[in-house]
């Protein structure tokens, strides 16, 4: 058997665990786990496959079970100077991270984990297989199902196998952090990789070939450091990034994504008000997708 | 023509829109057809100024029942945009005022009518650009670039326009308004927007847009490279980006695109040469010169002729016109082309770049190919004379020909022009039968009566897998 098939087998292997009746929640490393609800507790729970099944460095792409670790992942790629930026807990699965869908810190320039995903198989309620995207760093035969499918928790199928496109790892990375204006800091930089701001202290991270993270580190009159500062774990709330500007100092802890606008907070209400989408259409695609409410019941991404 | 029901839907757009809904001859002859070689046949067009226009246009042909198409600057090449089932012609041309310009956002919202080109012209005093380039970038609109999801040659680094575009206001095919998306970096619920980009106007009608800003790069450098066999052009590509290095763009021209685009332009290309790599690296100065001598090392060992770096901005300009300007050149060999677009592995350019070429002969046509090498897209294009007796025939067969060749070597439909409806009935070659009925389960939420340019990307029936399977292609497998 080719590991091509081999592979083939595992996915129509967990297309039958999800099978095509009875409530199943899929399991990556329960690394996000609380987001959108915890699953109802009669729903079965499957794991999808895991491994790197192929990288080809030079088509910058990896196909992986969606049930790949980061770990494993970054490690695989790292063997030829490639990565995916997710940049989420190591111990997290590929799966998970996209049926969550946040992206990591320095999404400022790698932008969101959606648009790294090019091909994803998953298994429908029906406990078929579905294949959507393609296989090539640039496709658009057909709808563009992967987007929808990053950020849905599963409630549209349990993610089997994923291709995604690499980027080379930069030949250098600098974290930089002091105290300092973060939005002077965003003008000054060219499409820098992070900046975080707590209202007192900047982190900047910049990535390149050396003499230009020199030359743009010499922009800043800030300390070199390990890397980002701990995020507080508590809330996590996306508004405008210009909103970030209203936020001051009150002694309370949180790290802002500046240019991005992602709050990280341990406040219970940040007084944020978020747009409202168009909750209706997406029940409809959601009853439509999954008319029983089979996959991963409990969750929630369209709030009651 | 249905003459009575047509006179009340005139009627009724013609009270919302006045003179702007036509039912001339010459309208109707002129909105039949894009950049494609198909042609239909439009009911009435319609030419809105603004959302509520648009809502009320919709409102109305969801009440007639009657389909309706959106349509920019026409120049899709699969045929997006060509009017099947009578429908009424919603042109978005008077929609082009650029909204607002949010520096702090790095957002701008546009008028789905804005074109491509007057957008980051409009931006670039501000330092900014948006990214996706087409080659149509002079004539083809924002909207029509949504509908798209369309590349250009700079979406090697950048990403197509579904990363550039963070929310969309649209009407709905029942004649709602929503707004898809919004300014935060994760907005509630499901991405309605990631879906609707790239829908070939499916799913409703774009009628605001937000793009995202990017920066104009501090630093450019644009190189033309020549190789005396195409092969090692194509080997070089691979071999850039196997060096960790991703260009802005990496654009080849084979000999015979040389030959016409030096003709047409004189921008200095060596005709002599059997391809040319048009190579542009973008970014801060020591990332740009460090990837000219990657460039340099990687070209050196795929026996590369002369390398040719673009001394200054005019010279840089005159190698893209070279570039932009190739399907237009075409017209000196022939008075008709035919321009395809499939995906292949880098790896597997060579491979199916000789079977253009057999393909071509094998059909007596005349094959000329420029196309974005960095990302895999080919872009053969047919050249032939319509006057020539069944020359359709052989183009069609071609064409198809080439489709199977780049999905046996692992490729894919369409890199940028989309499905339209040239490649619906090809779609069964890359997707199952059930793989199709979820795409267009998606599709009937946003449109359960089907009448949101109907007839396009999916083949008819896609749910029903009886009806279906008449449309399969031969020889594909569901």
Not at chain 2, 390 to 408: D, Y
Request: hydrophobic share 40%.
């Amino acid at each position: 058997m080719s590991s091509e098939d081999q592979n083939s087998q595992e996915i129509l292997d967990f297309a039958s665990q999800v099978g095509a009746s009875g409530p199943v929640t899929v399991v990556g490393g329960r690394t996000q786990w609380q987001v959108g609800g915890l699953p109802d507790p009669g729903a079965r729970e499957v794991v999808a496959p895991s491994g790197v099944w192929s990288h080809q460095p030079e088509e910058m792409t990896v196909r992986c079970g969606a049930g790949t670790t980061l770990k494993e992942l970054s490690e695989q790629l790292a063997k030829h100077g490639q990565m995916v930026p997710l940049d989420m807990d190591p111990t997290a699965t590929v799966g998970g991270v996209l049926a969550v869908g946040r992206s990591g810190i320095r999404r400022l320039k790698y932008g969101h984990v959606r648009d790294l995903v090019l091909q994803i198989r998953h298994v429908d309620h029906e406990g078929k297989v579905v294949t959507s995207g393609g296989p090539t760093v640039k496709n658009v035969s057909g709808y563009d199902l992967c987007r929808l499918l990053v950020g849905s928790l599963g409630k549209f199928g349990c993610m089997a196998e994923v291709i995604l496109r690499c980027l080379p790892v930069p030949q250098t990375t600098r974290w930089l952090s002091g105290p300092a204006d973060p939005f002077e800091v965003y003008s000054k930089l060219y499409r820098p990789s992070s900046i975080l701001w707590n209202g007192e202290q900047v982190w900047v991270c910049v990535e390149g070939v050396s003499s230009d993270v020199d030359a743009e580190a010499g922009l800043l009159d800030l300390e070199e450091v390990e890397g980002p500062p701990d995020l507080p774990t508590g809330r996590r709330v996306a508004v405008e990034p210009k909103s970030l500007k209203d936020l001051v100092p009150d002694g309370r802890s949180w790290v802002a994504e500046i240019g991005v606008g992602i709050v990280h907070t341990n406040d219970a209400d940040t007084g944020w008000r978020v747009p409202e989408p168009n909750y209706s259409l997406m029940l409809d695609l959601e009853h439509r997708l999954d008319p029983t409410g089979r996959l991963n019941p409990g969750r929630q991404v369209v709030e009651a | 023509m249905q003459i009575s029901t047509d006179t009340k839907l005139f009627d009724d757009l013609s009270a919302v829109l006045g003179s702007r809904a036509r039912s001339g001859d010459f309208e109707l002859g002129l909105y039949g057809k894009d950049g494609s070689v198909l042609e239909g046949q439009p009911a009435i067009v319609c030419l809105p100024v603004d959302t509520e226009e648009v809502r009320q246009v919709v409102r109305i042909c969801h009440d007639h029942g009657r389909p309706f198409l959106a349509r920019g600057s026409g120049t899709g090449l699969a045929g997006g945009a060509v009017p099947v089932g009578d429908p009424v012609i919603i042109a978005t041309a008077k929609m082009n005022k650029i909204l607002d310009v949010d520096l702090d956002n790095r957002v701008a919202w546009v008028e789905p009518g804005v074109l491509n080109l007057d957008l980051s012209k409009e931006l670039s005093p501000l330092g900014f650009h948006f990214a996706p380039d087409p080659s149509s970038q002079q004539v083809c609109s924002i909207g029509g670039n949504v509908a798209n999801n369309s590349g250009g040659p700079h979406c090697l680094a950048y990403g197509v326009t579904s990363a550039h575009v963070v929310a969309i206001e649209v009407v709905l095919p029942d004649g709602s308004v929503t707004v898809l998306g919004d300014l935060t970096a994760e907005p509630h619920g499901y991405d309605l927007r990631g879906i609707f980009v790239g829908s070939e106007g499916t799913m409703g009608v774009a009628t605001k847009v937000a793009v995202r800003l990017t920066p104009n790069p501090p630093s450019v450098r644009t190189l033309l490279l020549d190789f005396a066999d195409v092969r090692d052009g194509a080997a070089t590509v691979s071999a850039i980006i196997a060096a960790g290095l991703i260009p802005a763009a990496l654009e080849m021209m084979d000999k015979r695109a040389i030959e016409i685009v030096e003709a047409f332009v004189n921008a200095g290309y060596p005709t002599e040469a059997d391809a040319v790599l048009l190579v542009e690296l973008d970014g801060l100065p020591g990332g740009v010169e460090h990837g000219v001598e990657v460039i340099r090392e990687v070209a050196a060992r795929h026996e590369v002729g002369n390398i040719r770096v673009a001394v200054d901005n005019e010279e840089r300009e005159l190698l893209w016109k070279g570039r932009k300007n190739a399907f237009g050149a075409v017209a000196r060999i022939k008075p008709d082309y035919y321009l395809h677009d499939t995906v292949v592995p880098r790896g597997k350019l060579v491979e199916v770049l000789e079977k253009v070429y057999n393909i071509a002969d094998a059909y007596d046509l005349i094959a000329v190919n420029v196309f974005h090498a960095g990302d895999g897209n080919l872009h053969p294009i047919l050249a032939y004379d319509s006057n020539e007796q069944g020359v359709m025939e052989r183009v069609h067969a071609a064409g198809r020909a080439i489709v199977t060749a780049s999905i046996e070597a692992g490729g894919v439909l369409s890199g940028e022009h989309g499905i339209g409806l040239e490649k619906r009935d090809y779609m069964g070659m890359l997707f199952s039968s059930h793989d199709m009925a979820t795409q267009d389960l998606i599709r009937e939420a946003f449109d359960p009566q089907g009448l949101a340019n109907p007839l396009k990307v999916l083949p008819s029936g896609s749910r029903c897998s009886d009806s279906f399977r008449q449309h399969v292609p031969e020889g594909a497998w569901v």
